[in-house]
C-alpha cells in the first residue's frame, strides 16, 4: 500500500499564501504522476492539480494561474504552492499517485481554511 503524507494545511485570511506537501516513498515517486485533490464541505472530491514524472501539468481552471504544482524527485515529495486564496479553496486537500485518474489510496489529508 501507497504511503503518502501530505502536510502544510492552516487556517489563512483571503488573499493569503500556503504551500503543501506531499511525501511519499521513491519508487512510487519516481514512476508515477502525482496529484493534489480537495474535498470542500458538502463536495465531491475533486482535481486541483496533476505534474507528470516529467514537466507536464494539468490545473483546474478554478485555481488556474493561483496554485502551482512541482515536484522535487530527491526529496521524493510534491509541492503546492497556493496563492490569492480564496475562501471557495476552503477544504481538505490530499495528494494521490497518477497523472490521468488517482491510483493509489486517499490518506488522511490536510485541512485548508480560508477566512477572514
Known amino acids: 500500500q501507497v504511503q503518502l503524507a501530505e502536510s502544510g494545511g492552516g487556517l489563512v485570511q483571503p488573499g493569503g499564501s500556503l504551500r503543501l506537501s506531499c511525501a511519499t516513498s521513491?519508487?512510487?515517486?519516481?514512476?508515477?504522476?502525482m496529484g493534489w485533490y480537495r474535498q470542500g464541505p458538502g463536495k465531491q472530491r475533486e482535481l486541483v492539480a496533476v505534474?507528470?514524472?516529467?514537466?507536464?501539468?494539468r490545473y483546474a481552471n478554478s485555481v488556474r494561474g493561483r496554485f502551482t504544482i512541482s515536484r522535487d524527485n530527491a526529496k521524493n515529495t510534491v509541492y503546492l504552492q497556493m496563492n490569492s486564496l480564496k475562501p471557495e479553496d476552503t477544504a481538505i486537500y490530499y495528494c494521490?499517485?497518477?497523472?490521468?485518474?488517482?491510483?493509489?489510496?486517499w490518506g488522511q489529508g490536510t485541512q485548508v481554511t480560508v477566512s477572514s
Open positions: 494521490n499517485t497518477g497523472w490521468t485518474y488517482p491510483t493509489g489510496s
Open positions: 521513491g519508487s512510487i515517486f519516481s514512476n508515477n504522476g
Open positions: 505534474i507528470s514524472t516529467g514537466v507536464s501539468t
